[in-house]
């Protein structure tokens, strides 16, 4: 059974940092392509960041360019979202989710409907 699980959400002030988690069970993240998605209350689920199985590459939504960063731990079978410079508009409930290797065109990473797994989600609210 595939299981994503997200950690690390919390209250943070306007420039802060947080690092979010996704612990994976069930499968190999390393042997996926893997995106970070958030839903802020009342609106749409956006992509934030995706990272391709053995691409050097990352990409980003461009209102996070910059000041997020994506990065695996694949001996922890963990993926990371490491989050700076926070704003009140980053406020949402972020996911991880993956699809399988180079199954996700780069000029399509942030739609949902070509990931597979999904996880719980972890709240994140940027306020002071």
């Known amino acids: 059974q595939v299981q994503l699980v997200e950690s690390g959400g919390g209250l943070v002030q306007p420039g802060g940092s947080l690092r979010l988690s996704c612990a994976a069970s069930?499968?190999?993240?390393?042997?996926?392509?893997i995106g970070w998605f958030r839903q802020a209350p009342g609106k749409e689920r956006e992509g934030v960041s995706f990272?391709?199985?053995?691409?050097?590459?990352?990409y980003y939504a461009d209102s996070v360019k910059g000041r997020f960063t994506i990065s695996k731990d694949n001996a922890k079978n963990t993926v990371y979202l490491q989050m700076n410079s926070l704003k009140p508009e980053d406020t949402a409930v972020y996911y991880c989710?993956?699809?399988?290797?180079?199954?996700?065109?780069?000029?399509?990473?942030?739609?949902?409907?070509?990931?597979?797994?999904w996880g719980q989600g972890t709240q994140v609210t940027v306020s002071s």
């Open positions: 069930g499968l190999t993240l390393a042997s996926y392509d």
């Open positions: 989710a993956t699809a399988p290797a180079w199954s996700v065109p780069a000029s399509s990473w942030y739609v949902g409907a070509l990931y597979n797994y």
């Open positions: 990272s391709r199985r053995r691409d050097t590459n990352a």
